[in-house]
């Protein structure tokens, strides 16, 4: 049965999770694939999709809001910045493959838009990443728990 508040829920969770603000969605989605209600696959590309999309917010703010980044009330701290625009430079839109990354990741993705990185490279690598990450961590939450 389609349950449209467990999977809003879930979109929901996995964009905040995603964005600047600390948050996970993980413990949200184990529950949900343990309790067994709804199908897998559409877990995970609800989840990949929030996630995504959250990722796509932090690549415009980056676009669009840099020349703010000295200023207080900026979402990221200037040494995370500095750290993340390393590992870009050091490892170009690969380093993407790192924006499941807790700490990193989010910062990463913010940096691949300050640094102009075009939008449809930028999302099909977070794509695969994003979904790399809730696949195995279905995999991992049903052969361990299931």
Known sequence: MLDLTTYLSLFL???LAASLFPAQ???LLG????AGNQPVWALIA???VGNVLGSAINWWLGRYIERFRDRRWF???PAMLEKACGWYHRYGRWSLLLSWAPVIGDPLTLVAGVLREPF???LGIVCIAKFL????LAVITLNWFG
């Open 13 to 15: 969770a996995a964009l």
């Open 75 to 77: 979402p990221v701290k």
């Open 120 to 122: 449809h490279s930028f």
């Open 133 to 136: 990450r809730y696949l195995l």
């Open 31 to 34: 529950a949900l694939l343990l």
């Open 46 to 48: 609800v989840a990949t």
């Open 25 to 27: 969605s993980e413990l």
